[in-house]
């Protein structure tokens, strides 16, 4: 009896000296235990062994058991945290909660089952051990437990000392291994928490890409043709898809068309162009959501109508589709389908082409906005050079017509000299006749020698009337061709010369005596004699033709007359030319109008409408000058021109 009790101390000591040399050299806990637990069968009965250690901090009740034999009950997963009961319910728990050993038979576990404690979750067993592992602060790490379902295999005294002893140094062992094994967990955790982000990253890396290159395609893209292929690439890179469908709405017809197909079991499309209503095309884009569909739920669709005459194949094994959709406005759908059954879609592959889908909806709607634009520069550009056109032409029957006007108003100019000369040397005539006449009765008395001295007195007097009235009415009428020829040699030309501003007034003026002649109209004109101008007498003389024209014409009855006033004064290096009449004037309405090409008061009246164009084109063009003009119904009309005096100076300065 003795040999066998030294013999079984001899194992225990080889055991514990093993055990110390395991934790030292193993790395694994589950190789630690499996040791332990064939070095504990050589001292005592150990069918039926387990461990398990707390997981969490501060929770004994969250546990794993990380080594587990039995022979009776299946093994738990040794990854999987357990939450045990309390410690009234369950052995395990009541060991490392109370840190201390316990040890029960078949018959105590039955008993205190029937009050409600000590129930446990596995066999009850014929003996049961339990002993806890604590940790050098007395915390407890765990439970190591040895059970029989054998009667014929107990536990006696010695053996529960033995596994005491054994439990101590098991504990020591396996605070630091355990400690390696949280720390090997926590960095596969840490990896594969590590990994899962490196996954997103790259799947958010791939999306940003996708849509960069959706984006680009519609930058780069004229028309929508070079979008679905390259738009089935890019999704193709994001989820599996073999079988893939662009269909497009079109509002104006309420029809469904399909610009691009891909199918393992279809060559081309069933339909290119069919109404809305018909197909899955139209299930989607009428409830305008994603839709994931498996062939039991797709095949429910069909026989409830919900998709009316499905189009394509119906021998599916997942089916998507998604809206390609732009706030309330819909372009189209996005259809992908699989009829592998290892090739199943999930919520996240519908939430990738969804978002695909809206990102394709706003590069079709910048690729029709770009088209749009382009129709509308390029009719707008036809619109423009047919404006260009119709002004060149308008601009050129504008010019054309100034200058008739320009000529008629000198045809008129014209008319008016010839027939105010044609008075003067009627005279003329007249007295020359008459003169002829008394010198022929002259020298018919002389040669009767009839001839007096008061017959000859009386043809002095007669000739010298005469010569009289010759000579004046040729001077006026020398006055008048000189004073037109220079007007008219002046408005025909457009050259600079020095003249001085009164005397060329006078000039104009005396040149619109006939238009002057029989109208209740008296000119008044005030201008210093000093002021000499280096500028365009030409467009001087039908500025003031012109705004005496239009007083006559329009502000004046006639039946009443009025007064024409003329100023000019120097200012600076600038004239200030005023001309001012007391006629009828003009309301606002008119005024604002009053320098347009063609508009007139007094059309088929004798006004064409250009009169005030010119002067204004006149002073504002070869004078340089500004203008003003005010006027009131019954206040008359006012000019205010202001132009520089030397325009050969002005011109070298700008």
Known sequence: MMEVRLRRLEAVQSMLLEIGQLSTSCTDIVQFLRAVHGALGRIMYAANFYVALNERDGDPHAVRFVYYV???????????????????????????????????????????????????????????????LLDHNQQALGAIVIQTYDPRHTFSEEDQALFALIANHVSSA??????????????????LRLEHEVAERRR????????????????????????????????????????????????????????????????????????????????????????????????????????DAPLGSRDIASWMGAPMLLGEQAYGVIIVQSYDNSVVYTQYDLDILAFMASHVAVALARMQSDRAIRRAKASLEEQNAALNTALQQ??????????????????????????????????????????????????????AGQLDEEGLNGFFDTVDQSLRIMTTNTQRAAALVRSFKQVAVDQSSENIRSFNLAKYLDEVLLSLQPKLKGKPVKVEVNCPAD??????????????????????????????????????????????????D????????????????????????????LGAHILYNLVTGPLG?????????????????????DQRKAKAAA
């Open 625 to 645: 000058g500004t203008i003003k003009v005010h006027s009131a119904p019954g206040m008359g009309l006012h000019y205010q021109l202001r132009f520089p005096r």
């Open 204 to 307: 958010a890396e791939d999306l940003q890409r996708a849509l960069y290159e959706i984006a680009s395609l519609s930058a780069s893209a004229s028309d929508s043709g070079a979008l679905p292929a390259r738009l089935h690439e890019i999704i193709s890179s994001l989820i599996p898809v073999r079988n893939f469908l662009i269909a497009l709405y079109h509002p104006d017809t309420d029809e469904i068309s399909v610009p691009y197909f891909v199918d393992e079991k279809h060559a081309e499309a069933p339909v290119k162009r069919f109404r809305y209503g018909l197909g899955a095309s139209s299930y989607v884009l009428k409830h305008k959501r994603p839709e994931l569909l498996d062939a039991t739920r797709y095949a429910e669709l069909v026989a409830a109508g919900e998709i």
């Open 70 to 132: 039995d022979e009776v009950d299946a093994a738990p997963d040794p990854h999987e945290v357990v939450q045990l009961a309390s410690p009234e319910q369950s052995p395990t728990a009541w060991v490392i909660m109370n840190r201390q050993r316990l040890v029960m038979t078949a018959a105590e576990h039955i008993s205190r089952q029937s009050h409600g404690e000590l129930i446990g979750q596995g066999t009850v067993s014929e003996h049961w051990m339990g002993c806890p």
């Open 531 to 580: 002021i000499q101008l280096d500028s365009f007498p030409g467009a001087v003389s039908q500025i003031v033709t012109n705004m005496v024209v239009n007083s006559l014409v329009h502000g004046f009855d006639d039946d009443h007359g009025g007064t024409i006033r003329i100023t000019g004064k120097l200012d600076g290096d600038h004239v200030q030319f005023d001309y001012s």
């Open 174 to 191: 396996l605070q630091g291994l355990q400690s390696m094994d949280r720390l090997e967990r926590a960095v596969r955790e840490r990896t």
């Open 394 to 447: 308008l601009q050129a029957a504008q010019s054309e017509l100034v200058r008739q006007e320009k000529l008629a108003s000198l045809g008129r100019l014209v008319a008016g000299v010839a027939h105010e000369i044609n008075t003067p040397l009627g005279i003329c005539v007249t007295a020359t006749s008459h003169l002829v006449q008394e010198l022929k009765l002259v020298k018919e008395d002389l040669a």
């Open 582 to 609: 007391d006629g009828i004037g003009m309301d606002q309405a008119t005024l604002a109008q009053l320098f347009d090409p063609f508009f007139t008061t007094k059309r088929g009246s004798g006004g064409s409408g």
